[in-house]
């Protein structure tokens, strides 16, 4: 295998495009990249030529991307880059750079971000409704997945038969 696979650390250029071609959705975005540099003798940081890379994500990415990024975030893109050149209307040769991402996300050094898992169930899916981001306060994060009992650490009512055991048990260990 010959692709050439890259993580890129950048910024959203502008909100993402979700499209369906086919039956399968993608997004397109922008992303921009600037390398900073610091200047040891003056101790500045410099800012260096910013590169732009054309991000598609295909199926259930493209839609999570759609949901969750918007135009300015600081993100985190993994995925198998191309190399294109083509002649614009000018004449001129143009370079561009594109990325078909496998993976997409939120950079956490620039700030935080709250996870809300995909439904697992066309029912789940007609039922949560999410909205444009699913980042409404006071909202459980969890609420989505989590089964009711499967959380090891929540407390569990005690039933009568375990109330009326544990004296029996501590009598009879007494005896």
Known sequence: MNDSIITLRGYVGADPIVRSVGDVSVA??????????????TG???????????????RQLGENVGRSLRKGDPVVVHGRLTARSYVNKDGLEV??????????????NR????????PRTLAAVAAAAPGPRDDEPGRDPMADWRAPG????????????EGEAAPDSEATAAA
């Open 150 to 161: 499967s959380d090891p650490w929540e407390q569990q009512p005690a039933t009568s038969d």
């Open 111 to 118: 700030g935080m971000t709250s996870l809300s898992r995909n």
């Open 44 to 58: 500045e940081w410099t800012d260096g030529v910013t590169q732009w890379f054309t991000v598609s994500a295909w």
């Open 95 to 108: 370079n561009t750079f594109e990325v078909e991402a496998n993976v997409v996300g939120h950079d956490l």
């Open 28 to 41: 397109n975005f922008r992303l921009a990249c600037t390398p900073r540099k610091l200047n040891r003798a």
